[in-house]
């Protein structure tokens, strides 16, 4: 088939239209007067991990959270199982201090309180679980987890609850509560957890 010199033409010239068009379409509108693009979505960093503090030159740092406080502080992400979801018919978390598997007094509150709970629901089984912040080697976090967990067990137990009811496990440092580098994290992740054997 012949085109004629003009239909050749025509031919060109339609594709170089529809490839402006699409070009044309692909650009964004830059705003009209009185108009405001949207900000571009905040990007959330994490800042890098310190090195750990040695043991016996720890910092005085911000106190355990108290086990009344049970929602996650803003910005932080849980990264623990959904079991972990804290109601009102279950004992609660309790925290301990750096380094530490003493109890502090606010620690005995909460676990007294935990123990009444116990009493109430007869049946219930619990595993308590000793975590520990970021810092240290995964050897020594998993036995001062477990001291965590056990000091608990004692503490339950000295208020009347039977020792069969309670088991204990160490996580160390491998299920932080709350992702970060800092003590607004690690305060967090220093604790005893109670989670509820079905």
């Keep these: 088939?012949?085109?004629?010199?003009?239909?050749?033409?025509?031919?060109?010239?339609?594709?170089?239209?529809?490839?402006?068009?699409?070009?044309?379409?692909?650009?964004?509108?830059?705003?009209?007067a009185g108009e405001t693009k949207p900000p571009a979505p905040a990007v959330a960093t994490t800042p890098l991990p310190s090195s750990p503090t040695p043991r016996g030159s720890e910092t005085r740092?911000?106190?355990?959270p108290s086990a009344?406080?049970?929602?996650?502080?803003?910005?932080?992400?849980?990264?623990?199982?959904?079991?972990?979801?804290?109601t009102e018919s279950s004992p609660k978390d309790v925290f301990f201090d750096y380094d530490k598997a003493a109890l502090t007094d606010e620690t005995k509150r909460a676990l007294t309180e935990n123990a009444a709970w116990l009493r109430g629901n007869p049946q219930a089984r619990i595993t308590v679980e000793g975590h520990c912040d970021e810092r240290g080697t995964s050897e020594y976090n998993l036995g001062l987890g477990d001291r965590r967990a056990k000091a608990v067990?004692?503490?339950?137990?000295?208020?009347?609850?039977?020792?069969?009811?309670?088991?204990?496990?160490?996580?160390?440092?491998?299920?932080?509560?709350?992702?970060?580098?800092?003590?607004?994290?690690?305060r967090w992740n220093r604790r005893a957890h109670f989670a509820l054997l079905r």
């Design 1 to 32: 088939m012949k085109m004629s010199r003009w239909g050749v033409t025509d031919f060109f010239g339609g594709l170089l239209f529809v490839g402006f068009g699409v070009v044309l379409a692909g650009c964004p509108k830059e705003p009209e």
């Design 153 to 186: 067990r004692d503490y339950l137990v000295a208020a009347g609850i039977e020792g069969s009811r309670i088991r204990t496990l160490s996580y160390g440092k491998e299920r932080p509560f709350v992702q970060g580098h800092d003590e607004s994290a690690w």
């Design 61 to 64: 740092v911000a106190p355990a």
């Design 68 to 86: 009344r406080e049970t929602t996650l502080p803003p910005g932080r992400v849980s990264t623990t199982p959904a079991t972990t979801a804290r």
